[in-house]
């Protein structure tokens, strides 16, 4: 069976390190009260966490542009292959629109984005309150679907792995 690159199993595996760690970080943020220094710094944590993910991403979908995935095994149905690349399409949009969301969230409410304590991003739009309003629900509802496909991602890896046993989790696996 063919398998990713490396440096493309590299990157999966980073940036589904980094979402999960922007998504908890993101989770615990936003459920201390107040305006605290912690709160504060787990901000900009996950401000940072997203345009590394985002970076990340350009740099996965230039690779994939150029490096095909391996075929799937010859027994994957139609519709299980259709259903993959259907999920990895909306997993690969949401890579890119949860991080942008959230960086448009914070100009919108006067926030800078400066990376790592840094960079200053560039300011795009002014402060907004009624668009602030639109774009933290862009954010939170992006981030749902985003769980919800890692979510599904996993668990038809983990079918693949358990019950088909098609070898298909391998491909992606550096160890193995």
Not at 16 to 36: E, K, S, Y
Not at 150 to 172: E, Q, S, T, Y
Request: with cysteine.
């Amino acid at each position: 069976m063919q398998r990713y690159t490396k440096f493309s199993m590299l990157l999966h595996w980073l940036i589904a390190v980094l979402i999960v760690a922007a998504f908890a970080l993101g989770v615990t943020m936003t459920d201390i009260p107040g305006l605290t220094p912690t709160k504060v710094r787990y901000f900009s944590w996950h401000k940072w966490l997203g345009v590394t993910v985002l970076g990340l991403a350009c740099v996965r979908l230039l690779w994939r542009l150029c490096h095909a995935a391996p075929a799937y095994p010859s027994g994957m149905t139609k519709w299980q292959q259709s259903a993959a690349s259907a999920l990895h399409a909306v997993l690969y949009v949401l890579m890119f629109a949860v991080p942008v969301s959230g960086y448009f969230y914070s100009l919108a409410a006067g926030v800078p984005v400066v990376y790592l304590g840094v960079i200053p991003l560039p300011v795009l739009i002014e402060p907004n309150p009624e668009l602030k309003v639109l774009l933290k629900d862009v954010h939170y509802w992006l981030n749902v679907t985003l769980l919800l496909s890692v979510c599904g991602h996993v668990l038809a890896a983990l079918k693949h792995h358990f019950i088909d046993k098609d070898g298909i989790f391998k491909r992606i696996l550096p160890l193995s």
